[in-house]
């Protein structure tokens, strides 16, 4: 009986973890989340028409690409409020081409796919600085995939049309800040280094509106690179990024048509100035920040809107709390080498804080929506890792396997969302009535 049972502490100790079946089971679980988007309802919001108008010109004008006034008209085309979608758009028509019709169901999973890439990324990242060993590469691997493919609003932003231009600014703020940030302390940014970043802001400028900030945000971080080492970033690459940061932000200011934003801002700013009801105010934009920063909480939705928000008020209190403690000892933070290392979790936070900080500017303050899903996880696991970082070095050891466990034990609710979807497509299709059309013609 003890060598049985020494033998399976063994198995549980190592052999799980050597012959990665973690990592098997993780590829199924994100495999099973992709698989419940692509078969389940869609839906279509003011969205849908900006890829529609774009996709309508490219497959019925013959050779639209080589006339430049068609091209033209293209990009007006993929404008929708204070966005220009010119790169979602181009990729939705590039993959129905084969078709030769805009199949929302390939804009869904482009959608995913990059999603996924996201994921990927950002889990790479978090290896790197926290240098795990195999074993605890694969826990924490299932421990951000339970968030990012499980929770109610992964659901609900992936199976609505357009949700491939949150994606898109997101994960290039994963690319930029890994390439920013790479190697050693004193790595020199080469140009072609300078070249991907660029491309990348490019890429996320002309997604969405978010991509925007990664311009002001990796500008920002090139001047840090060079506090940690300096000429690591020459003020040539610098004059460089900077000119080129103008002249799209010129070309995209001059593309779009600023009313929607402006009549969005000043309701909103009229609506605060008029506010009888300060005290509740106040208490909606808590809950909005509080929320945005515990997507790890999304699976306590489902036992009520005030359980789910009160739970994420606490989650930020103690946050504040930790943090507040951990920089009035003054010590570990500051030293270069450490600054370097998190710096990629810090551009991550800062790029997703702006977007937030534009929310509450531009919308009146509300709970976590699923709009803001894709921004709102690399932020709060961002914010998260920091924190967990610092606990360790700080030696609060005791302190980190607590917060960890917590975390998982709430995590681990995000799979009711996934449970969820599986009874309502695959084991009672029956009894779901599809909103959805299979394609839309153009």
């Not at 072609?192 to 002001?216: P, R």
């Not at 534009?358 to 996880?377: D, K, Q, S, T």
């Not at 302190?399 to 009711?416: F, G, Y």
């Amino acid at each position: 009986m003890q060598n049985n049972s020494f033998s399976i502490n063994k198995f549980l100790k190592t052999k799980l973890y050597e012959t990665n079946l973690l990592f098997y089971l993780n590829f199924l679980f994100i495999a099973s989340s992709l698989y419940l988007v692509v078969i389940g309802n869609y839906y279509i919001y003011d969205g849908f028409w900006t890829p529609l108008r774009s996709l309508y010109r490219a497959f019925s004008i013959e050779f639209w690409f080589l006339k430049p006034n068609q091209i033209l008209n293209y990009v007006y085309d993929t404008v929708h409020n204070d966005s220009v979608k010119i790169i979602p758009s181009f990729l939705d028509y590039v993959v129905s081409i084969p078709f030769d019709y805009w199949n929302p169901r390939l804009s869904l999973l482009l959608g995913v796919l990059i999603w996924i890439l996201c994921y990927v990324f950002f889990t790479r990242l978090l290896f790197r600085i926290f240098e795990l060993n195999h074993k605890n590469k694969q826990l924490l691997s299932i421990l951000l995939a339970i968030s990012f493919f499980s929770s109610p609003f992964y659901l609900i932003r992936f199976t609505t049309i357009g949700a491939i231009v949150k994606t898109l600014p997101v994960l290039c703020s994963i690319l930029i800040a890994t390439i920013i940030f790479q190697k050693k302390i004193d790595y020199k940014l080469t140009r072609l280094d300078l070249t991907k970043i660029i491309s990348l802001c490019l890429i996320g400028q002309f997604s969405f509106v978010s991509g925007n900030f990664l311009w002001i945000n990796t500008y920002i971080f090139l001047i840090v690179k060079n506090f940690f080492a300096k000429k690591s970033v020459s003020n040539f690459k610098i004059y460089v990024f900077t000119f080129l940061f103008v002249i799209s932000l010129i070309i995209y200011i001059a593309t779009f048509n600023h009313l929607h934003i402006y009549e969005l801002t000043v309701e909103n700013i009229n609506t605060l100035i008029s506010n009888k009801n300060p005290i509740i105010t106040f208490l909606k934009y808590i809950s909005f920040i509080s929320t945005s920063i515990s997507v790890y909480f999304n699976g306590t939705y489902y036992f009520g809107w005030s359980f789910f928000i009160i739970l994420s008020i606490l989650n930020l209190l103690t946050l504040l709390f930790v943090f507040y403690k951990l920089i009035s000892r003054k010590i570990y933070i500051f030293k270069k080498s450490l600054f370097f290392k998190i710096s990629p979790l810090i551009y991550l936070i800062t790029f997703n804080l702006y977007g937030t900080f534009a929310a509450y500017i531009g919308r009146p303050p509300r709970y976590f929506e699923a709009r803001y899903f894709c921004e709102n996880i690399i932020l709060s696991f961002s914010l998260l890792m920091l924190l967990v970082f610092f606990l360790i070095k700080a030696e609060k050891i005791a302190l980190v396997k607590k917060l960890i466990s917590i975390t998982i034990l709430i995590s681990i609710l995000n799979l009711l969302g996934l449970l969820s979807s599986a009874k309502k497509y695959v084991f009672s299709p029956k009894n779901n009535d599809l909103v959805a059309d299979n394609h839309v013609e153009i």
